[in-house]
């Protein structure tokens, strides 16, 4: 049976753990869905503390397919750039960084949310 803190090998990728931190809708991007210092600092938290890989919230791939309009994007150059930074501080923890791509389809958010 497999340590939950042995290494794992998938093809060319070697996570140091079997500890994956799941995509979580953190709601936390300004209205043109860009990675913003509430990623670096929760995410980069989870490598830190160890976990082998650490993935984004659901990352919608056209702005129209966010959950919600605070949704992370990455449908642009510029959106890919601000999670660079981010991917490099995980690697540099020894962690793997990954993606959730995400499209909301038909019941897509076209507005933020009103009220509580």
Not at 86 to 106: K, M, N
């Amino acid at each position: 049976m497999a340590d939950l803190l042995s290494t794992l090998s998938l093809r060319e990728t070697e996570i140091p753990n079997r500890i994956a931190v799941s995509p979580m809708c953190q709601y936390s991007c300004e209205p043109d869905g860009l990675a913003t210092d509430w990623h670096q600092v929760h995410l980069g938290s989870r490598a830190v503390g160890g976990a082998g890989i650490v993935m984004t919230e659901a990352t919608a791939v056209e702005p129209r397919g966010r959950i919600t309009p605070s949704d992370l994007g990455i449908w642009s150059d510029e959106h890919a750039a601000a999670l660079e930074p981010i991917t490099e501080f995980i690697r540099d923890q020894g962690s793997v960084p990954g993606i959730q791509l995400a499209h909301a389809g038909h019941k897509a958010s076209k507005s933020a949310a009103v009220g509580g």
